[in-house]
T-cell receptor, first 113, second 114 residues
Framework: GDSVTQMEGPVTLSEEAFLTINCTYT??????LFWYVQYPGEGLQLLLK?????DKGSNKGFEATYRKETTSFHLEKGSVQVSDSAVYFC????????????FGDGTTLTVKP | DAGVIQSPRHEVTEMGQEVTLRCKPI?????LFWYRQTMMRGLELLIY????????DSGMPEDRFSAKMPNASFSTLKIQPSEPRDSAVYFC????????????FGPGTRLLVL
């Protein structure tokens, strides 16, 4: 079945540091890939997505590229801010899976001033 | 657009009581999902509906849990009787389309069973 594996956390960075959170996936079909972010006390919200190989999703300075050859969708940001402190979830949605998404375990990011 | 609406936002109850969580999805969305989030188990999919019909309830932990979607704009998740291990944050999410559809999450209901 489908699965998503994320880099284990927690991750602690200083403000303006470079961020990478690794995500790899296993899927039988041709999935769409997502990064969601969850701020304290809130629900998950879409950060970015990519629907086919080599697509790059981007939002709020975050980027991730759909790499079919390595089955990866790593999240990057060049300069993190304190306000980026949150939990980040990698997810996939497979057309063959009747609408269901598979989520990773989440990576907690803390950015210190 | 009001987004996904959940009520109540917080619920404190005693073991053995019935708990009903409510969700109003985004208008026009075909899919509705119920999740549970805990520190120990992370985010778990409990059940999801397509066009008001339950598609997969394999994540429902036991018979004490039930979910309904009587129409396109309302769903409930019921726990009867509740137990302390049911304490968690319960999220409802809706999605406009299968396959590439993004899920839109509600703010969650924080449940504490004493």
């Amino acid at each position: 079945g489908d699965s998503v594996t994320q880099m284990e956390g927690p991750v602690t960075l200083s403000e303006e540091a470079f961020l990478t959170i690794n995500c790899t996936y296993t899927a039988t079909g041709y999935p769409s890939l997502f990064w969601y972010v969850q701020y304290p006390g809130e629900g998950l919200q879409l950060l970015l997505k990519a629907t086919k190989a080599d697509d790059k999703g981007s939002n709020k300075g975050f980027e991730a590229t759909y790499r079919k050859e390595t089955t990866s969708f790593h999240l990057e940001k060049g300069s993190v801010q304190v306000s980026d402190s949150a939990v980040y979830f990698c997810a996939l949605s497979d057309r063959g899976n009747a609408g269901k998404s598979t989520f990773g375990d989440g990576t907690t990011l803390t950015v210190k001033p | 657009d009001a987004g996904v609406i959940q009520s109540p936002r917080h619920e404190v109850t005693e073991m053995g009581q019935e708990v009903t969580l409510r969700c109003k999805p985004i208008s026009g969305h075909d899919y509705l999902f119920w999740y549970r989030q805990t520190m120990m188990r992370g985010l778990e999919l409990l059940i999801y509906f397509n066009n008001n019909v339950p598609i997969d309830d394999s994540g429902m932990p036991e018979d004490r849990f039930s979910a309904k979607m009587p129409n396109a704009s309302f769903s409930t998740l019921k726990i009867q009787p509740s137990e302390p291990r049911d304490s968690a944050v319960y999220f409802c999410a809706s999605s406009p389309r299968a396959g590439v559809g993004t899920q839109y999450f509600g703010p969650g209901t924080r449940l504490l069973v004493l």
